[in-house]
């Protein structure tokens, strides 16, 4: 066993195999000066051969037991070859939101570094840190190719990391496939917003403006032309027969941006997430003309009516989910997928997600895999029809 393995082997077990090699050669003390009193008293009678041999078979028997204990201890320390246990976690946790401050993304790592910190699942220190660019593509970019074995950085993403891939403008290289899902925590859907003083009060009205004029109305969104909030802009639109590639989109970096750009008077309407917005419906300062939920939501959103309820389907829903990298540790994600799986069974999480507007949607880390599989096929048919496939 080298000094690299012995220095990492599992504390517990080195002390057992220790002990045991211990009490193995205090029996073979403990035999040969048995054996070694025998031969005295027969050397002093003088059979001098018998001696010889008996020595030299009891030195073949002790090196033999030695031998055997350290390859019993071989074999335990390299057995079945699984990853061996470091303690993970040890340093500080980074959870990046791959966008500005305020948005979808960023809430929610957020909310989901806070409340491992009430629950006490993470004993280390929890930090998140904001990467905006390019509606999360050049974060992505970042990880993928300078951050794939990093335990310690994890991030949030919805169905961008997907759109990024795919569509035509602006793709990105990279994908969910060049990282470690690890769990789907939450499902949230889209929303068209005016300000509260807009003259424009349903969804049909906004439509029918843009019908005569596809380039008169600014809309606005947290991400890049072909991401998830120019689709959630647009889609409506392309639902009702105008042409999408000729709606006036105009990108910033989050949510947050976004919706500063239209109590500026930077934007007409922006296409975001519902749950991003409920500080400030809540204050009356922005109008919901749509929700893209197939049900009117809960709370706050009561009032708002879907897409499909005003004659237009366009139903999106966007999903949350946190993400490790490409290569990492089979211990470094044993241990997410359960403290995740502790995480969403708790109050405290439950609370944060009814306070946040969000809806509970857990997936496991091989459910959350597989359903991005589904997720890639389906955007392709979406940007497909829309004509933004690459």
């Known amino acids: 066993m080298s000094f ?35 031969l005295r008293k027969r050397l002093q009678g003088g059979n001098k051969m018998f001696s010889i041999k008996r020595i030299s078979a009891v030195m073949c028997a002790g090196a033999l037991a030695l031998s055997l204990g350290a390859c ?25 939101a791959p966008s500005g401050a305020g948005g979808g993304w960023d809430l ?31 974060f992505m970019a970042e990880y993928a190719t300078q951050q794939a074995e990093n335990n310690d950085m994890l991030f949030v993403n919805s169905p961008p990391i997907i759109i990024n891939n795919l569509k035509k403008e602006g793709n990105s290289p990279y994908g969910f496939k060049n990282t470690t899902p690890l769990a789907q925590l939450t499902k949230d859907f889209g929303a068209i917003v005016v300000k509260a003083d807009s003259k424009y009060k349903d969804l049909k009205s906004v439509l029918e403006e843009v019908k005569k004029d596809p380039s008169k109305l600014t809309f606005a969104g947290g991400s890049a032309p072909g991401s998830m909030d120019h689709l959630i802009s647009i889609l409506p639109a392309y639902k009702y027969g105008v042409d999408p ?52 939501l809960a709370g706050e959103y009561k009032d708002v009516p879907t897409a499909k309820e005003q004659g237009i389907d366009a139903e999106f829903t966007i999903w949350r989910g946190v993400f490790g990298p ?52 389906q955007v392709k048919q979406l940007l497909s029809a829309l004509g933004m496939q690459k």
């Not at 080195?14 to 205090?26: I, S």
């Not at 790592?109 to 050049?138: C, D, H, M, W, Y």
């Open 4 to 38: 690299t393995t012995l220095y990492a082997y599992p504390v517990n077990n080195m002390n057992k195999m220790v002990n045991k090699f211990l009490m193995l050669f205090k029996c073979i003390i403990y035999e040969m000066r048995k054996i070694f009193v025998k």
């Open 245 to 296: 590639t000729k709606i006036k989109y105009v990108s910033y970096d989050g949510g947050g941006e976004a919706i500063t750009a239209l109590l500026g008077g930077n934007a007409d309407v922006i296409g975001t997430d519902a749950s991003s917005v409920k500080e400030f419906l809540k204050a009356g300062k922005v109008r919901l003309l749509a929700v893209t939920s197939t049900n009117r």
């Open 72 to 96: 019993s201890s071989k074999e335990t320390g390299g057995s079945g070859k699984k990853e061996e246990n470091t303690g993970y976690p040890k340093k500080a946790i980074t959870v990046v």
């Open 326 to 377: 490409e290569k990492m540790s089979k211990e470094a994600k044993s241990y997410w997928e359960k403290t995740i799986d502790k995480l969403v069974k708790s109050p405290e999480w439950k609370k944060e997600v009814e306070t946040q507007g969000w809806e509970l949607e857990y997936k496991n880390s091989g459910d959350f895999k597989k359903f991005l599989g589904e997720q890639d096929q």
């Open 108 to 138: 929610t790592a957020r909310s989901f570094i806070k409340v491992l910190g009430e629950t006490k699942l993470v004993k280390q220190p929890l930090t998140v840190e904001n990467k905006p660019g390019g509606g999360g593509a050049v």
